[in-house]
């Protein structure tokens, strides 16, 4: 028999595609996510200096995308660690986007700090390790701001809807769900790539979802592989770790980047996009006929 997904996921109804089939479209500055246009995000993983950013910042608007990454407050595994320059990088971020017209997207640690850091932001980030934390997740709701919510390393899909389903509960219907790889037995990559669960949410869900090649695999050699994985299984967008010197980052260097790797990967992915546009389209134009069937 055919699975019932509708009913397997009955608890989080709110986030699910339903008979209506109509998809939620998260509007950024003067672009969306989740429309036709694939969105690639990209920057360093942590906010270092104002040359760092800006040159990264630079360099991707160039390669071709549309949001800048980086983070001013840092969850790390080490408590000895780079925690991130807080409302200094905040404003750094905000200079970046100035200068280049590139959107924010930011990660937010504390129920406290929502207001600030949605003050500089485009997009809030709710990263793997704050995913359960419903406290935060409804003041950043609250906000007003798109959120993107990154799916938790030991999070299954039915925990993660539950968390997408207090943002649209606390009256926040813009969320951007993205898969970054999760805990599995396997310890030769930093986490398991799940490009099932990328291909399962698009197709129970109605939200967007991007995919995070970075911080699932753990290696800059493995990052274009798992973005074209990304692509193909119905992925909308990308967050990639980029930097000018990534031998020299302050956080994740192991997998991010540097210009010229960007540069290829993009141009590697041209044609897989170009794929996806045309699969939007035709899915796109069957939905709206259902929806008319519907009525
Ligand atoms: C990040 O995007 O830099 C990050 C910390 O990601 P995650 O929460 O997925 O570990
Ligand atoms: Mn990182």
Redesign the pocket.
């Known amino acids: 028999m055919r699975e019932n997904w509708q009913e397997r996921f009955a608890e989080t109804p709110d986030v699910l595609l339903g008979a209506r089939r109509q998809r939620t479209i998260v509007p950024v500055l003067d672009f969306a996510v989740g429309g036709d246009e694939f969105v690639t995000m990209a920057g360093p993983?942590s906010v270092e200096t104002e040359r760092q950013l800006m040159a990264t910042a630079y360099h991707v608007l160039s390669a071709g995308a549309r949001v800048l990454?980086g983070?001013a407050f840092?969850?790390r595994t080490s408590p000895y660690a780079f925690h991130g320059l807080g409302l200094e990088g905040l404003k750094l971020l905000a200079k970046a986007r100035e200068a280049t017209g590139l959107a924010v997207v930011t990660?937010v640690m504390s129920e406290c700090d929502v207001e600030m850091v949605a003050e500089y932001a485009d997009i809030l980030?709710i990263?793997?390790?704050s995913m359960e934390n419903y406290t935060l997740l409804e003041a950043a709701a609250r906000s007003g701001r798109p959120i993107l919510l990154?799916r938790g390393m030991v999070a299954t899909i039915a925990d993660y809807l539950r968390s997408a389903q207090v943002i649209l509960s606390s009256g926040n219907p813009h969320v951007i769900l993205c898969e970054?790889g999760i805990r599995t037995f396997e310890t030769a990559m930093r986490n398991t790539f799940d490009a099932a669960g990328i291909a399962l949410l698009k197709e129970v869900t109605h939200l967007p979802v991007i995919a995070?090649p970075s911080?699932a695999s753990g290696h800059r050699d493995l990052v274009p592989a798992l973005a074209r994985i990304g692509v193909a299984a119905g992925a909308d967008g990308l967050?990639v770790?980029v930097h000018p010197d990534p031998d020299k980052a302050w956080s994740?260097g192991e997998q991010s980047l540097d210009f010229a790797e960007f540069d290829a990967m993009m141009e590697d992915l041209a044609p897989w996009i170009a794929l996806r546009k045309h699969s939007w389209g035709q899915r796109h134009t069957a939905e709206a006929r259902a929806l008319e069937a519907v009525g």
């Open positions: 993983c990454r983070g840092k969850p990660e980030q990263g793997s390790r990154k970054r995070d911080h967050l770790e994740d």
